[in-house]
């Protein structure tokens, strides 16, 4: 008997031993989209994000500060019923991170030092692929890097990938140069926002939450506009798709596509729930007035079209990091990753209690799954009654913006060049990995534009995808897209030489003309690529408003680069050095 039950017990605790070793279940996109149906819409109030004012006043003036800004691991509350979730966020402290970062306010014309400290952990708290090139120190550690996106800045401020640091700069990147970086803020005045841009490490970093807004301020040019103001009534709404496991944790795939290629790359990251200013599915309370709102998708690779369930239009009176010349009304705004709309809405004008601001962008973009009853809604707004008490409403949307907006004259170009995109697949149809003129971001530099001047890209797209194309410290303007025709014999010859003018683009770039939206026409620093299309962008390595040339080195260390902003594809390789010559 003794020996029967020895057996037995022995037996169990190899069955216990076998199911401790069993690998956990994979996570699955209907246990992702459980968790997010579970979370009720609606019930957390917008978030506001602290704000870090990046100058101080003096005999009337604005005169330079330095500022000190962390990267903190810590939880984060993404809805009431979700349980705390681990993030990686930026903060003056570990108590005041948030997700997103904090808001700084620059001021045009004063120069801002901030460094940049990493207080991160030794391991991610996401998986990774060093398949791809990555930054992968020898000491462990997080690596990462600070880009100030749409800024005009020196070479060595700009976050170059390769100028990656861990925790207390024990390890650095072979670009790097220094702890704090220098921004003029000699641009003109708009919309910015701060990211993390380590080599193959971008869309880890970014979903873990190391992302923050910037704006530049005019006085000279903002007051005279008497937009909606003040902290009530000009808000920032930075939306972010995520998805959670059931512990509250984020969710980043661990299996690649291609698994015997890239053990964890995917060639994009859609997540269930939608959050706005680090809440899932938020409200905002607001008055029957005139609100402006700066909108970031911040999304890995997620496209928006946004409107109101109400019908309400949108008066956009900028777009990235730029005024329009005149505002424009629309019912619906598409926005790509990276991409910021600067909009006014007057709920004065609603017949509705509520509006929910709603997507129907299909994922991937254009030809994907079309949105359903998670990923279609973003927010709502909920429209109070009117009060007697309340100020009268003395915000406009000003008839006319900024004078240099919309200028794409091409008569001072001074080199025509052709971007073409590329996307490879195995033999099973998936893809693989993604380049921009079939060559590596390790391979020297292509595109040598003369700082202070105009060239004139186009901008070829042979894959499936629209992809948002974002050029660091140049700005530029899409003035054509056309739809290539004899596509496949086009890309069969491009396949080959990688020669665009060899392979007749000339010949096929005559199918139908696409409209630029209204909306986008201004000086920007992401513009959307069409698939199957030839995009004709201007581009201006100068400072746009006043013509002149930029007032440092260009033509410095590390460079610069271009590069798609769907962070899956900018880290497997769709990116490229760019170096100015003085």
């Given at each position: ?6 057996l ?21 996109e ?7 149906g579970?979370?009720?819409m ?8 602290p704000q870090?004012v ?6 009337g ?11 903190y ?11 705390p ?9 570990a ?21 940049w ?9 996401l ?12 000491s ?7 880009h ?37 803020n000699?641009q ?35 007051d ?20 959670f496991?059931v512990?509250?944790s ?27 200013n680090?809440k ?9 007035r ?18 109101l ?20 009304k629309?019912?619906t705004?598409i926005?790509?990753p990276?991409?910021?709309?600067d ?8 017949t ?16 994907g ?26 915000s406009?949307?000003p008839p ?6 919309g200028?794409?004259?091409t008569?001072?170009?001074t ?9 490879y697949?195995?033999d ?25 001047t105009?060239?004139?890209w ?19 303007q ?7 025709v004899?596509?496949?014999t ?17 010949a ?11 909306y ?23 400072l ?15 460079g610069?680069?271009?590069?798609c ?18």
């Amino acid at each position: 008997m003794r020996i029967k039950l020895r057996l037995v017990l022995l037996l169990l605790q190899l069955v216990a031993l076998a199911a401790a070793k069993a690998p956990p279940s994979p996570v699955t996109e209907q246990i992702l989209r459980k968790v997010a149906g579970s979370l009720q819409m609606y019930v957390d109030p917008l978030p506001r994000m602290p704000q870090i004012v990046g100058y101080r006043t003096q005999r009337g003036g604005a005169a330079s500060v330095s500022l000190t800004i962390g990267m903190y691991q810590k939880t984060w509350k993404f809805h009431r019923d979700l349980p705390p979730t681990p993030v990686f966020v930026y903060g003056t402290s570990a108590d005041a991170a948030t997700f997103p970062g904090p808001t700084i306010i620059a001021r045009h014309g004063v120069p801002l030092s901030v460094t940049w400290e990493n207080n991160l952990p030794d391991r991610h708290i996401l998986p990774f692929d060093l398949t791809i090139p990555t930054a992968n120190p020898a000491s462990g550690g997080v690596p990462t890097v600070v880009h100030l996106h749409g800024s005009v800045h020196p070479p060595q401020s700009d976050g170059s990938a390769l100028a990656w640091f861990t925790a207390g700069f024990r390890e650095v990147g072979p670009k790097w140069t220094q702890a704090t970086y220098g921004y003029p803020n000699v641009q003109p005045p708009g919309n910015l926002w701060y990211h993390d841009h380590a080599l193959g490490l971008t869309r880890a970093n970014l979903l873990a939450g190391l992302l923050g807004a910037y704006v530049i301020e005019k006085p000279s040019v903002d007051d005279p506009l008497q937009l909606p103001c003040g902290d009530q009534y000009d808000l920032h709404l930075i939306i972010a798709d995520r998805s959670f496991n059931v512990d509250g944790s984020l969710f980043m795939n661990s299996t690649g596509n291609n698994p015997s290629v890239h053990p964890q790359w995917q060639p994009e990251y859609f997540g269930e729930a939608i959050t706005v200013n680090g809440k899932a599915w938020p409200y905002l309370n607001v008055k029957r007035r005139k609100y402006r709102f700066r909108i970031l998708n911040s999304s890995n690779a997620r496209y928006f079209r946004l409107a109101l369930s109400n019908n309400l239009p949108f008066d956009v009176i900028g777009s990235d990091s730029s005024y329009l010349s005149s505002p424009v009304k629309t019912p619906t705004i598409i926005l790509a990753p990276a991409e910021i709309a600067d909009v006014v809405i007057d709920f004065s004008q609603s017949t509705t209690t509520s509006a929910e601001l709603i997507n129907d962008a299909p994922s991937p973009y254009p030809t994907g799954t079309v949105p359903g009853a998670l990923d279609g809604k973003v927010m709502k707004f909920i429209i109070l009654p009117c009060n007697p008490s309340d100020p009268p409403d003395n915000s406009t949307v000003p008839p006319k913006c900024v004078p240099y907006a919309g200028s794409t004259a091409t008569g001072d170009v001074t080199k025509t060049r052709y971007i073409t995109m590329y996307e490879y697949q195995s033999d099973a149809g998936t893809p693989t990995h993604l380049y921009i003129n079939g060559l590596r971001f390790e391979d020297p530099a292509t595109e040598t534009p003369k700082s202070g001047t105009t060239e004139l890209w186009h901008v070829i797209n042979l894959t499936n995808d629209n992809h948002p194309l974002h050029i660091h410290l140049g700005m530029f303007q899409a003035i054509k897209v056309q739809e290539l025709v004899d596509q496949a014999t086009f890309k069969s010859c491009m396949t080959l030489q990688n020669d665009a003018v060899r392979c007749n683009v000339t010949a096929h770039a005559v199918g139908n003309v696409l409209p630029v939206a209204d909306y986008e026409k201004t000086w920007k620093n992401v513009v959307k690529i069409e698939p199957g299309h030839t995009t004709t962008v201007v581009v201006a390595f100068k400072l746009v408003d006043t013509n002149q040339t930029y007032p440092f080195d260009a033509s410095a260390e590390p460079g610069y680069v271009y590069h798609c902003h769907i962070l899956d594809h900018e880290d497997n390789a769709m990116i490229r050095p760019l170096r100015l010559l003085p």
